[in-house]
């Protein structure tokens, strides 16, 4: 079998070595795919020997991400505007190489599997930490009307207006404070990490519409502290995003094996585990 794994610190919470276990079971791929939790001081060493030993390709999660970018020696375009990487793998020349699905991974959740219209839509996008920016770019290309980043710390925010404003096309991309926005969006995506504090960022009822769609990247087994609120304030249609983390688990297995898993299935069988 050809090795695959998920590199983080910590690493036991990940769903990756289920997702792609199914996904190897699903297309008869021959893929063992485990997890490593690489020590905080050298995740480097930790890539380096993986792929030394005959590894075929990692994924990279929570605190590595920004370190697995700048390990490595190739990016692909989407991974370069990310500033992050979720997927390392040797191209031809035996050159690490770093690329990022996760963009992909919640605009065909939202698309493909919930059936929502991104080109232009009017889209609120709440924080601009790395789970945002690794995202933007493939939401963008979508052709939004306009993408409104609202964050904490504004600063953050505008900044991540002036790099992805050479992508955005005709969509108009602003930035502001959570309690700015007072009219509804057509999809509200969380992708701040608010609710592990048990926060909420501090939004307007009025931003939730009769048909807002609402989007948190955050997933439990409950309904989400924040797709509750949005419940509470009459939002029609929410969403978490175990799709999201198994369409960008599906994009790896493609990049990889050249072979497309079905995900839904997938989605159910997580679910119910
Ligand atoms: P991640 O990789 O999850 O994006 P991050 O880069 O630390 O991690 O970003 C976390 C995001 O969640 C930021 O937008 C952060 O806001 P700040 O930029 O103001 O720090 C946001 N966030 C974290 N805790 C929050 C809270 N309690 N209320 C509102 N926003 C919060």
């Given at each position: 079998n ?5 590199v983080?610190n ?18 008869g ?16 060493g ?28 190739r ?25 990022n ?5 919640i ?20 924080g601009a930490?790395g789970a945002?920016r690794?995202?933007l ?5 979508e ?11 504004l600063?953050?925010a505008?900044?991540l207006?002036?790099?992805?404003a050479?992508?955005?096309g005709?969509a ?8 700015q ?6 999809l ?9 504090q ?7 009822p ?21 797709n509750?609120?949005?419940l509470?304030?009459?939002a ?6 175990l ?10 297995f493609?990049?990889w ?5 079905a995900?839904?299935p ?5 679910r119910?585990?």
């Open positions: 050809d090795l695959y794994a998920v983080g910590p690493i036991s919470h990940s769903k990756s070595p289920r997702i792609h276990s199914l996904f190897a079971r699903e297309t791929e021959p893929v063992e795919y485990t997890a490593i939790q690489a020590p905080l001081e050298d995740f480097a930790t890539v380096t020997q993986f792929f030394e030993r005959g590894g075929k390709g990692l994924n990279v999660t929570v605190p590595f991400k920004e370190e697995a970018w700048n390990l490595a020696k990016r692909t375009e989407r991974a370069e505007k990310a500033g992050a990487a979720n997927t390392l793998f040797l191209d031809e020349q035996g050159l690490l190489t770093a690329d699905t996760d963009g992909c991974g605009v065909r959740d939202l698309v493909d599997n919930h059936g929502v219209t991104l080109a232009g839509a009017r889209i609120l996008v709440l930490g945002v690794g995202v770019g493939p939401i963008l290309a052709g939004p009307a306009s993408v409104t980043i609202a964050n904490r710390t600063a953050r505008e900044a207006v002036s790099l992805f050479p992508v955005a005709a108009r991309l602003d930035a502001c404070g959570f309690e926005p007072t009219e509804p969006f057509d509200i995506i969380n992708g701040t990490s608010a609710s592990l048990g926060d909420l960022p501090p939004l307007s009025r931003v939730i519409g009769e048909r807002t769609v609402v989007y948190d990247m955050m997933y439990s087994l409950q309904t989400t502290t924040f509750q609120w949005a509470e304030q009459g029609q249609i929410v969403h978490d995003g799709g999201m983390l198994v369409e960008q688990a599906a994009e790896s493609r990049i094996r050249g072979v497309s898993p995900t839904l997938v989605v159910e069988q997580l119910n585990d």
